[in-house]
């Protein structure tokens, strides 16, 4: 009998977690119009640029978004936030200047990147490099 009670309280909790789960939609992120126009100066394959990117990647993204971009860092179960998936083709098909406000100015648990990347070259080479990113 004890046993049962230990079995039914276990699943009203686990129930209660998955409906609490499937209450928190993605948020959808308001981009400013003027970021909506705004085109990556870099080619797809600039070498230097994927060179830099990678280097900035790595010691700004690399601890939450994870080696390749899968949202899987060390820092990742930490965060409550979807980190998203830089190899997917939903993250493939955004905008230039979507992908820059998304992951220069941020939100919520995606912190601003304006005061440690201030330099344009860098912010346009962590996207050129995070755009590059695929499925490993």
Known sequence: ???????T???VVLFALLLMSFGQEKKPWDIPDKYMSMKNP???DD??????????YSKHCKSCHGNFGQGDGPKA???DADLGDFTS????AEKDGVVYYQSIIGRDDMPNF??????????????TYIQSLEKK
């Open 89 to 92: 083709a939903e993250f493939k």
């Open 1 to 7: 009998m004890k046993r049962a009670k230990v079995f």
């Open 77 to 79: 179960r930490s965060i």
């Open 114 to 127: 304006e005061k440690k990347l201030i330099d344009e070259e860098e912010r346009w080479a962590v996207i």
């Open 47 to 56: 070498a230097d640029a994927l060179k830099l990117g990678k280097m900035m």
């Open 42 to 44: 870099n080619a797809a």
């Open 9 to 11: 309280g276990s699943l």
